[in-house]
């Protein structure tokens, strides 16, 4: 990865193609004010600097009835590196598994957040899959009432504006 000195036309790029990433390269080049081809070049040099991570489609969960969201703290018996990598590969292999943080100043060790489509479906997840880990040592789940901010865009510098 090359390092880049970010300006304010790659910020404002970066800010537009977090918040509306299906722009063509014109729409984009029209909106930071360059023609198309210097515009599709720093798209590419943000991309090889790793300053663009990839491309998504977010999908809506209420449309796949997908209703319950879960965050679930697990406690861990042992710390061994083996316990965590093992437990991490097999978080990492459930669909289900939105995210999966290690935490500090927790009595968890991890935080899962869970999307599943109701309440049985939640029990067979916990019951028939999570819990099924021998070096669990305890779970506590939260269940999400109402979502009040959901965003995928991280916070950039003011002079991406």
């Not at 998504?56 to 449309?63: D, G, K, R, V, Y």
């Not at 083996?82 to 289900?96: G, I, K, Q, R």
């Not at 506590?140 to 916070?155: A, D, E, G, R, Y």
Request: glycine residues 4%; hydrophobic residues 40%.
């Amino acid at each position: 990865m090359a390092d880049i000195q970010l300006d304010k036309i790659d910020l404002h790029i970066l800010k537009l193609v977090q918040q509306h990433g299906k722009l063509s390269n014109q729409e984009l080049a029209e909106k930071v004010g360059l023609s198309p081809s210097p515009c599709s070049r720093r798209v590419k040099a943000l991309e090889e600097a790793g300053y663009i991570a990839g491309y998504a489609t977010l999908l809506s969960p209420a449309h796949f009835d997908l209703a319950l969201t879960a965050y679930i703290h697990v406690r861990l018996e042992k710390h061994s590196s083996e316990t965590l990598e093992n437990f991490e590969a097999t978080v990492a292999s459930y669909d289900e598994v939105q995210e999966c943080c290690l935490l500090t100043g927790s009595d968890a060790d991890y935080q899962l957040k869970v999307l599943v489509k109701d309440m049985p479906a939640f029990k067979v997840f916990l019951l028939d899959k999570l819990t099924t880990n021998e070096k669990i040592a305890g779970v506590h789940s939260s269940f999400v009432l109402k979502q009040v901010k959901n965003q995928t865009q991280i916070p950039l510098p003011p002079s991406a504006d």
